[in-house]
């Protein structure tokens, strides 16, 4: 089993930024592919970002792109989400995915493992 553990949630006004963390424990092995989601009240899990073992690969949403980067340090099992530039549009609660797959996934279907999600609150 993988645990995933996301942080750095928090309340914050448009056009600022945040750094949430996702630090993954347990069979790390099994995170080969990591990504975030978000989910706001009312509304389906949508994909963010993805990256892959190495970190040498990413994928974003159309509607992050530009604006968020994911990135991962395998020596700490932490994978990192920092938002600049954020807009009331990205109110949610982030989740943090893993699987032992590899490549980069942006389906929920596709992850085995998820965190217990993180509030992000932009204010106008």
């Known amino acids: 089993q993988v645990q995933l553990v996301e942080s750095g949630g928090g309340l914050v006004q448009a056009g600022g930024s945040l750094r949430l963390s996702c630090a993954a424990s347990?069979?790390?092995?099994?995170?080969?592919?990591m990504g975030w989601f978000r989910q706001a009240p009312g509304k389906e899990r949508e994909f963010v970002a993805t990256?892959?073992?190495?970190?040498?690969?990413?994928y974003y949403a159309d509607s992050v792109k530009g604006r968020f980067t994911i990135s991962r340090d395998n020596a700490k099992n932490t994978v990192y989400l920092q938002m600049n530039s954020l807009k009331p549009e990205d109110t949610a609660v982030y989740y943090c995915?893993?699987?032992?797959?590899?490549?980069?996934?942006?389906?929920?279907?596709?992850?085995?493992?998820w965190g217990q999600g993180t509030q992000v609150t932009v204010s106008s």
């Open positions: 990256i892959n073992w190495t970190g040498s690969s990413t």
């Open positions: 347990g069979r790390t092995f099994s995170t080969n592919a």
């Open positions: 995915a893993a699987d032992n797959a590899i490549g980069l996934l942006t389906k929920t279907s596709r992850y085995d493992y």
